[in-house]
């Protein structure tokens, strides 16, 4: 009699989204890939850079979800020149329709559209800005746009970037929320394994002492699988013993330490060694440190918006407060539960693994507990944090972040056309931000200067026109780029060096001689490119970016704390915090 198997069940493979996106999903998961599809890019841009559209194609490769840009110009032969994205066929037409148009080949997942107007005459709409969720702005911009946008990104939370690309030099500043956190920071996985060797609890003692008694009596194979955490609790009893119940805490100590575990290796078996006492060796300096919180979580466990809270307070506050409330009962972080790999049977590593993961669960259950509390206390239980949300971050809570934004400040030009930026009055403290730029300018190795150059040429660029001004487009805001023609050179950089050195007297009152002969390094080479810019420097400043946009956009990783500065000729990245305080007249 002929027997008729079932068919196997349905294998259901990975989507063609999930093919086309497979190496960034690994990156940022498909929380950060939803983030990534959510957003919405304003480029805004009215000079020749491609800097620009550099890190839009980063953008849109990896799957954004919608772009605009605004750029009023046309494309012109010499845009060819410097834009991937334009071609000689094009000119004539708008630059920021053609460009789009490139764009849109890259991923037709994305929705891309262009604005061939003025951002000035589209800033007229209140209601402009509101769709965008992150914004790049590439200088030259007309300081009536910048303060502008800078102003509303502040106050609506709206991550923006202002960006330079100059020649061989590029520069942009990230301008963050007013609070801007990060729990999902991925740091090295080599220097965050928690196993609290020093704090262990009752099951993880009782699974030590099971799986080491009679550890000198067993035969060579499983004394060579004990697990290398099960050996360090092991000898660590014995050596507490010794020492009035104290775990080493010197170095000499763990030196100690470690040549007690080595001397309990068997050397004379038929592999010469044991690859689990190897390992716990290894582990001894970085797995024996007390458990402490970094300041950056203190700084978090302190903030105000931790201390109280509200019922419009967001959910990362919210949870911030519950693991505060636990570290303060218990002395220690919420434990991450992962094991790393070890030499071990595969049933003692599963053990092991599970009596892990079950005091993580614990933990996280505690802490939900006292979340959820505080949503009643708050008032706020008709839209419950979710347990998952609560379970990654006591998962990530050491090594969270929380960045303080700091609005975009524009250089304003006072009654004789020269510069206003932050200054020390003499008698008054300086501030932190100003102590930080002194320090950075005597520091030859330092791109300070560079930067005083870039804000230099923004001044440059901007013509004296009054907030309330009604402009028919950037031209009627923006002067010429200097070096744009060949007559003008010598003016130019007289001009543009004049500017740059009163914004560092501002902030330096020593001898300047010598900073100010670099600055002259850095405006002559502006100067010759005449506004133009490199292809591939702004290629690999739109790469920058691109990355640092997706960290924000994900929330996952740790975004450059905030200006980042790039000098094409040296190979050098320099970065820095640039503060209000730097631009405030005191």
């Known amino acids: 009699m002929e027997t008729t198997l079932p068919a196997p069940p349905h294998i259901q493979g990975p989507s063609s989204k999930e093919k086309k996106y497979d190496r ?51 494309v012109m032969e010499e845009d060819a020149g410097v834009n991937f994205f334009v071609e000689e066929d094009c000119v004539g037409q708008p630059r920021a329709k053609v460009s789009c148009e490139m764009l849109q080949e890259l991923n037709p997942d994305v929705k891309g559209r262009y604005i061939a107007q003025p951002v000035e005459a589209l ?4 209601e402009f800005l509101s769709p965008y969720t992150l914004i790049l702005l590439v200088s ?55 196993l609290r060797l020093t704090n262990p609890w009752p099951e993880l003692s009782a699974l030590a002492k099971e799986k080491t008694d009679g550890l000198e009596r067993m035969n060579d194979h499983d004394h060579g699988h ?54 716990a060796a290894k582990a001894v300096l970085k797995s024996l440190n007390p458990t402490t919180l970094s300041r950056h979580l203190r700084e978090i466990f302190q903030a105000k918006e931790c201390t109280t809270l509200t019922k419009d307070s967001p959910r990362f506050w919210v949870i911030a407060s519950a693991i505060k409330t636990f570290e303060s009962r218990h002395h220690v972080l919420p434990l991450p539960g992962s094991v790393p790999d070890m030499k071990a049977k595969s049933a003692d590593y599963i053990r092991l693994q599970n009596v892990y993961k079950a005091k993580a669960r614990r933990d996280a259950a505690e802490v939900l507990a006292t979340v959820r509390a505080q949503e009643q206390a708050l008032g706020r239980t008709d839209n419950p944090i979710s347990e998952a949300e609560v379970e990654n971050f006591c998962k990530e809570a050491a090594f969270v972040r929380l960045f303080r934004g700091e609005p975009l400040q524009v250089v304003s030009i006072d009654g004789n056309g020269n510069p206003i930026v932050g200054h020390e009055e003499p008698g008054s403290e300086c501030s932190d931000g100003l102590k930080s730029i002194r320090l950075a300018l005597e520091d030859t190795e330092s791109l300070m200067p560079l930067y005083i150059t870039f804000l230099a040429y923004d001044v440059f660029t901007n013509r004296d026109v009054p907030l309330d001004s009604d402009p028919a487009g950037a031209s009627t805001l923006l002067h010429p780029a200097p ?93 820095f915090r640039r503060t209000a305080g730097m631009f405030r007249r005191r």
């Open 123 to 126: 800033l007229r709409d209140p």
């Open 483 to 575: 070096g744009h023609a060949d007559s003008s050179v010598h003016g130019d950089e007289h001009k543009l060096l004049r500017i740059a050195l009163s914004i560092l007297s501002h902030w330096y009152t020593g001898d300047s001689s010598e900073i100010g002969s670099r600055i002259s390094d850095f405006v002559r080479e502006i100067v010759r490119f005449g506004g133009g810019d490199l292809h591939n420097i702004s290629a690999l400043t739109g790469g920058m970016v691109a990355q640092e946009a997706i960290k924000v956009i994900t929330r996952q990783y740790v975004p450059a704390d905030n200006t980042v500065v790039f000098d094409g000729i040296r190979s050098k990245v320099w970065v």
């Open 226 to 279: 004990v697990p290398c955490v099960l050996l360090l609790l092991h000898y660590l009893e014995a050596w507490k013993q010794k020492n009035d119940g104290r775990v080493p805490a010197t170095y000499r100590e763990k030196q100690d330490f470690r040549k007690a575990v080595e001397r309990g290796a068997r050397i004379y078996n038929a592999e010469g060694g044991e690859e689990n006492y190897e390992e």
């Open 24 to 74: 960034q999903l690994r990156l940022w998961a498909a929380s950060g890939q939803a983030s990534l599809e959510d957003a919405h890019v304003l480029l805004v841009q009215a000079g020749p850079s491609a800097v620009g559209i550099e890190a839009l194609k980063n953008l849109i490769l990896p799957g954004v979800g919608q772009y605009t840009i605004v750029d009023p110009c046309e």
């Open 140 to 194: 030259p911009i007309s300081s009536l746009a910048l303060k502008t946008i800078a102003t509303y990104a502040w106050e609506q939370h709206v991550p923006l970037f202002h960006i330079h690309s100059l020649g061989f030099y590029s520069h942009f500043t990230v301008c963050l929320p007013p609070s801007f956190p990060v729990v999902e920071t991925h740091p090295d996985p080599t220097t965050t394994t928690d």
